[in-house]
């Protein structure tokens, strides 16, 4: 069985950063993508980034890009997300998300993932 458990998320200052991370538990050792996916009140689900477990190969939606990193560890099974230069935008839940077939399709859009988890809360004040 699947499970994913996010954590880290937090109240900070616009300008500031935050590293919310997950961990994720069940899968079938292969190639999997991992990403995670924001949504904010009265709006859909947003992809934010995106990684290939395979390769590392990374992808993120225009509005984070230069500013957010999507990483992984392995040995840990931790997704991680580094936000830097938080904005009043960002403020969202964000899922941790998992593609658990074995197939190389990976990227930003929420239809990617077929397993989610909780959510943990990001909000940034002006």
């Known amino acids: 069985q699947v499970q994913i458990v996010e954590s880290g998320g937090d109240s900070v200052e616009s300008g500031g950063s935050l590293r919310i991370s997950c961990i994720i538990t069940?899968?079938?050792?292969?190639?999997?993508?991992f990403g995670w996916v924001r949504q904010a009140p009265g709006k859909e689900r947003e992809g934010v980034a995106s990684?290939?477990?395979?390769?590392?190969?990374?992808y993120y939606t225009d509005s984070v890009k230069g500013r957010f990193t999507i990483s992984q560890d392995k040995a840990k099974r931790t997704l991680y997300l580094q936000m830097n230069d938080l904005k009043s935008d960002d403020t969202a839940m964000y899922y941790c998300?998992?593609?658990?077939?074995?197939?190389?399709?990976?990227?930003?859009?929420?239809?990617?993932?077929?397993?989610w988890g909780q959510g943990t809360q990001v909000t940034v004040s002006s």
């Open positions: 069940g899968l079938t050792v292969g190639s999997h993508c």
């Open positions: 990684i290939y477990t395979d390769d590392g190969s990374a």
């Open positions: 998300a998992a593609r658990s077939w074995f197939d190389s399709i990976c990227g930003t859009s929420r239809d990617v993932y077929n397993r």
